[in-house]
């Protein structure tokens, strides 16, 4: 069935599940656009967590909160990207003189410190303390908050209208689909 057009099968009118009325009703910019919502929720929860370590020092909350968010960002952001990667970037590779090299810099940058963070984590769950754990345990996450803020921020401004208007209609039904399939199955 094509995003967003009826659904006929052998000439009879197809009653679409609630399923595909969903997937019908969602815009493949909103869906991303939600992920982006959903990620930056998880890194207001780190930068929340910094904060209380800073204010009250090390507690095993904060600690885990932090590591709980950076479950979910090394989880699901991580199939977020990969979707775009897939299925966005590819269109837009078709329609831009300059390829979106920069924003796959930019996420290089962001895996990277991702994985120091989980480094850190993994050292302190681990047990292997020194002098500067937790200083560098701080350092890390905020550096993935603002690798990841950033990032998300110039796609929602600046990538995400940008792909309306460069896709035909046809690639843009296309785009819709494939989101679609990937996110609702």
Known sequence: MKFGTPNRTNGALHSPTQDEENMQAHDPLDILRHEHDRGLQELEKIITAIESIHKNGFS???????????????????????????????????????????????????WQSLNELINSIKDI???????????????????????????????????????????TSAEYVQFGEEIQSVTYH
């Open 125 to 167: 769950e681990d047990g292997r303390f020194h002098g500067s754990t937790v200083r560098d345990l701080l350092q890390c996450a905020r550096q993935v908050v603002e690798h990841f803020r950033t990032h998300i921020n110039r796609e929602n401004d600046v990538i995400l209208p940008m792909v309306k208007r460069l896709l």
């Open 60 to 110: 095993r909350e904060a600690f885990q909160q932090i590591a709980e968010s950076v479950k979910y960002v090394g989880s699901e952001m991580k199939k977020h990207y990969e979707k775009e990667e897939r299925y966005l970037f590819p269109l837009l590779d078709k329609h831009l003189f300059e390829s979106p090299n920069k924003i796959r810099y930019e996420r290089r940058e962001m």
